[in-house]
């Protein structure tokens, strides 16, 4: 667990990280290197969710080593799957990162959510569902890595 006291806001003991794959950890179905290294170390403290249609078949074999647990589902569903696993996990504890207009209702429901400006771009949709945009997916897991960065951004 991660526990974060936000000044003049609000107590989060996060236990979970659910993260969007293409787009926010992966470009083009491929983990990127820096999101992989900090997923592994996250995996200590969090449990480490990725959720993906698997658009590209490889979900698994990519996140391998991280310690995170791939969740897939049916491609046409994805936005109302996200927030069935995240309301399923418990929504008061997970910090959700994503990047795409399917991320919009997990974001929403979580106690803290990032979107993810990358190479792929971010959903215009999805920044009014968040808490803090950042322009990688290295930057985002920072956030929880070195809190103080979030408290700077957070706190009233």
């Given amino acids: 667990m991660i526990a974060i006291n936000i000044p003049g806001g609000q107590q989060l003991h996060l236990e979970h990280l659910v993260l969007d794959l293409n787009g926010t950890i992966a470009l083009d179905g491929r983990l990127l290197p820096e999101a992989r290294e900090r997923m592994a170390r996250l995996a200590e403290s969090l449990q480490v969710h990725v959720l993906t249609a698997d658009t590209h078949g490889t979900a698994r074999a990519q996140c391998a080593g991280t310690g995170a647990q791939v969740r897939t589902f049916p491609r046409g ?80």
């Fill in 77 to 156: 569903a994805a936005e109302s799957e996200k927030l069935a696993i995240v309301r399923n996990l418990g929504a008061e504890s997970c910090c959700c990162i994503g990047n795409g207009r399917n991320d919009r209702a997990m974001c929403q429901a979580a106690a803290l959510s990032v979107a993810v400006v990358g190479r792929e771009g971010v959903c215009a949709a999805l920044l009014p569902c968040v808490d803090v945009g950042v322009t990688s997916i290295t930057d985002a897991l920072d956030l929880l890595l070195e809190p103080q960065r979030l408290v700077a951004t957070l706190r009233w």
